[in-house]
């Protein structure tokens, strides 16, 4: 964990004294001493991210352990067009595949429920299908067959890369069956000069990134589930993570993909140019669609080099008001090194203290947290800018007191208070999650709003019997992201009456999203509207019905 | 123009005599004082463009002068699905926009043809239509209501911005009615933390960029273009231009759209927010699309922050190889300040120098010129990088020659030789010009390969005899983004002959794209099979069919 910098007690000085000439002079020593020592190590990695497994833990939102969506959501019926699995389907799919264990489990003919779970149910526990059939191919021409065999026999599917998303978009509602994305899991190219990579939807984005690193690059894109989640299944849900802020969106950086629609057609878009103008980008159709348009197989994307130096600060601040002042501060003064800010609030912070009970960052509480990371290629150069940047903020009383990562253990430590905010709310009962983007002066906002209308509910306590623990709010402020989470004791029926649709009006006042980067999938399929006009959504049923005319792919998501 | 800089005497003696401890001693402190120097004046000017006007230049690429384009290419024939213009459709047109007379040049009643001209014609005098009608609607409602009357009474229609297209994209073929976005130049709103612009699309290029750098931000699109091109046609052109390598690509950097679609139907996607995964990014179609889909009437774009500090060098190297390595070591060393790395031959350079009269920059020829660009937050950080830089590229004899912008009319003055091309290209004659997308190692050898094909065929050469004045490359290194360009004296069949298909093939042999940034429009409407498989061409023509089913808009293009 990271350890307390000597720059604390001359940051808390200096919010108290003002802006004196002597005060500024203090922190510009101080300053400069603590960016020099915290980047001199040139640290080159970027996460503390954990392996995101299917665990044992309790399930989430409302609902018993384990249940089946189906009962759950009893107003979503099995489609009566799809066909039920025989044994003559499986006997094709396993003539395709080979009969070797690893390509297929095949519940129809006997497969254990438990080899069949994992696939079942999403990493939370709180989505679980009824799906019998579980397909792994290897190449994209067996995707085809597959797909093409399914379409003409009407056999819904789900496909399915690592499983780590927060809206049930990645598992089967009734008995789909699972296209497994895992052994398509080959990085085919890369181009040393350009940084263009090309892999295989299936590969995992820490391995993605790791093979980058070797080569002097680094993955435009990081989160929390790098372990377990694949590329793959970053593009369909258009996954944005830390570092969205520097590098951009996938629909920047993907050059090109492959993907295999529901007739077999293999849509050959895999161009690993920077530039390629001849006709429409059908392959931004298939970043976000979350597999409800084909199955993505291979990706070329264009990775940057990887910084050669990295510095991590974490501040705690008195207000929201002040977290915008610093983010501002942080864009004019850091500008093209600015690769993360991110925004926690102390509940979400107490939380993480109380589940792993490591020593916080910083003696004192405080309101809010802010963690900056800056990227670059020259340590002096980003630790001057870093070291100017913290005696602005410290003269200007905007940051209450700080610290600052001193080598890659510490900035490891500092990011998993961001990083850890997930599966800490995990160990503690369910949570209500809301992914949603807001223009930055109301973002926190709807924290409060939420908090106080739980309170006012009754609902809100630290005692057993409420059902709500905590309403806490963090995110990506650099990209107006913020997550808002409603952590509970047990389910209560009375919570979720009232958050929904109460959130989602409040959002859709202010025209943000329902859903920034987390996407739709099963969790908000009944909320599009907030977040799309009719139009629009009319617009994405054209498409849906363009490409997959038959509803077989992904059916009774969002869309 | 650029002055010439004490620098030169030394890279060339340090070209010559190797890497010795003196020779990289008398580098730094050379390379120092020049780099301070001309980066001190933390210039925030990014370009020389210059307003490209409709001119009354010689015709280009083989064509007589203001030939129609539907002689030029007699086997494009006029589609009878679509009706003749007669007095009751304008009489329905004037009575919605009004009869002010800046809302519709009227041929059909007798405007005069010089009224029409500039709309029927493109800058280059390339193209030219029989349009009898330009509408110029200065809301959404109008272009709305215009559209479904003209789907309606199958009137084909063209949408037209700046009109500073290569490809003749947005210049009618036969008598379509031409959509102009003149009075569509609203600026609509801008957030000054976020950075987020939602303009009009018949917003001039550098008028947004010019609102933008008073409120401390810029464009992230720069092209020579600028000072007649729309934000609409950058975007519906997916244009890349000058700043690609710094900022991404508009399918990155757009925000939001909205657009009309044929049938009157307004795309309302016109989303503020970075993240916002709602389901399909529909907007991601029409970036690119031509206007063969519906005409983009807003954009909202995320902008960055106006850099600091800029600074522009300008080298002479010995090879391309050379080029190459210069490249690299740019992308390491200049990294995130990086913003351009162009790459012009020497005839290009020596075609600029016989229009202008200037004098070049150094004091010898190279076969090649390289010209970077650093943009960044800090001017002392960026002069140090560049230095760094320099007196890595002279140890190595990489560069030969070179010369640094110390004020802002030099800088400018050095963009010139590099913006200036396509200009001192037009004086001269006709020009073939190909826009294209090769891997970088092999990128220039296409330049050689056409120009030994052309000479080989006996049609190059220096006397007024030979049809083929010159066959020079340029273009975007940083984006492997290439520009050859094949300058005649007159027209000559032979030429077109010599030169396609074999430099589609030769593209398409190397997995290159035969558009980078120019679009198909209707010059490479026959080519599109060279960059895109029948699959994706056939997947194109179904999105087509969805919007524009009876093929109303842009007609006779690409698609």
Same mark, same amino acid.
């Given at each position: 964990m990271a350890c307390r910098q000597q720059i604390t007690p001359a940051l808390r000085r200096l919010a108290r004294s003002g802006t004196s000439e002597l005060s500024r002079k203090s922190a510009r020593s101080c300053a400069q001493s603590i960016a020099r020592a915290g980047a001199?190590?040139? /640290? #080159?990695c970027f996460s503390s991210s954990q392996q995101r497994r299917l665990q044992q833990t309790t399930p989430r939102h409302?609902?018993?352990?384990?249940?089946f969506t189906s009962t759950k959501y009893p107003e979503i019926k099995r489609d009566d067009r799809f066909s039920r699995l025989t044994p003559d389907h499986v006997a094709y799919f396993r003539d395709l595949l080979?009969?070797?264990?690893?390509?297929l489990i095949d519940g129809v003919n006997g497969a254990a429920d438990d080899d069949l779970a994992p696939f079942n149910s999403d990493w939370m526990r709180k989505y679980r299908g009824h799906c019998q059939l579980v397909l792994k191919p290897s190449t994209t021409e067996e995707f085809s067959k597959i797909l093409r065999y399914c379409n003409e026999h009407m056999l819904a599917v789900v496909p399915q890369g690592g499983?780590?998303?927060?809206?049930?978009?990645?598992?089967?509602?009734?008995d789909e069956i699972v296209l497994s994305m /895992? #052994?398509?899991?080959?990085?085919?190219d890369f181009d040393e000069v350009s940084g263009t990579l090309v892999a295989e939807a299936g590969v995992i984005l820490e391995v993605a990134d790791q093979f980058l690193a070797s080569k002097g690059y680094i993955f435009p894109l990081d989160l929390g589930a790098k372990g377990s989640c694949q590329l793959g299944g970053n593009l369909a849900t258009n996954a944005g993570g830390l570092r969205l802020l520097r590098y951009g969106s996938l629909h920047g950086t993907v050059l090109g993909i492959e993907a295999v629609l529901?007739?077999?057609?293999?849509?050959?878009?895999?161009?690993?140019?920077?530039?390629?103008?001849?006709?429409?980008?059908?392959k931004q159709l298939f970043i976000g669609a979350e597999g409800t348009l084909g199955v993505i197989t291979k990706v070329s994307i264009q990775c940057p080099q990887r910084p050669a130096a990295q510095n991590v600060a974490f501040f705690g601040l008195e207000s929201y008001e002040q977290c915008q002042k610093a983010f501002r501060e942080a864009k004019g003064?850091?500008?093209?090194?600015?690769?993360a800010f991110e925004l926690m609030d102390e509940g979400s912070q107490a939380l993480v203290h109380r589940v792993t009970g490591n020593k916080r960052p910083l003696e004192s509480t405080y309101p809010f947290y802010c963690l900056i990371e800056t990227s670059g290629s020259n340590v002096d150069h980003d630790s001057e800018k870093l070291q100017n940047f913290l005696e602005s903020v410290m003269e200007q009383g905007v940051v209450a007191d700080g610290t600052l990562a001193q080598d890659e253990t510490q900035l490891r430590s500092l990011w998993s208070w961001r990083e850890g905010i997930t599966e800490a709310l995990g160990h503690l009962g369910g949570v209500y999650k809301y992914d949603v983007s807001i223009?930055?002066?109301?973002?926190y906002q709807l924290v409060e709003d939420t908090r106080a209308r739980v309170a006012e509910a009754g609902?809100?306590?630290?005692?057993?019997?409420?059902?709500?623990?905590a309403v806490v709010g963090y995110g990506h402020m650099g990209d107006s992201n913020l997550h808002l989470n409603v952590a509970t004791r047990a389910f209560d029926e009375r919570v979720e009456k009232v958050l929904e649709p109460f959130v989602y009006e409040w959002i859709a006042e202010r025209q943000g999203?329902?859903?920034?980067?987390?996407?739709?999938?099963?969790?908000k399929k009944k909320f599009i509207g907030y977040s799309r006009s009719p139009i629009m959504v009319g617009l994405m049923k054209q498409i849906k019905g363009l490409y997959d005319p038959k509803g077989i792919m992904n059916p009774y998501k969002y869309i």
């Open positions: 001199s190590n040139g /640290s #080159r409302g609902q018993a352990k384990d249940e080979g009969d070797n264990g690893s390509a499983n780590t998303g927060l809206v049930g978009g990645s598992v089967p509602v009734f /895992s #052994r398509m899991s080959r990085i085919l529901p007739d077999g057609t293999v849509v050959d878009d895999l161009s690993r140019l920077r530039k390629n103008n001849t006709g429409y980008d059908l003064q850091l500008s093209e090194i600015l690769s223009p930055l002066p109301q973002m609902l809100l306590g630290d005692s057993e019997s409420d059902p709500v623990r999203s329902i859903s920034a980067e987390h996407g739709l999938g099963l969790a």
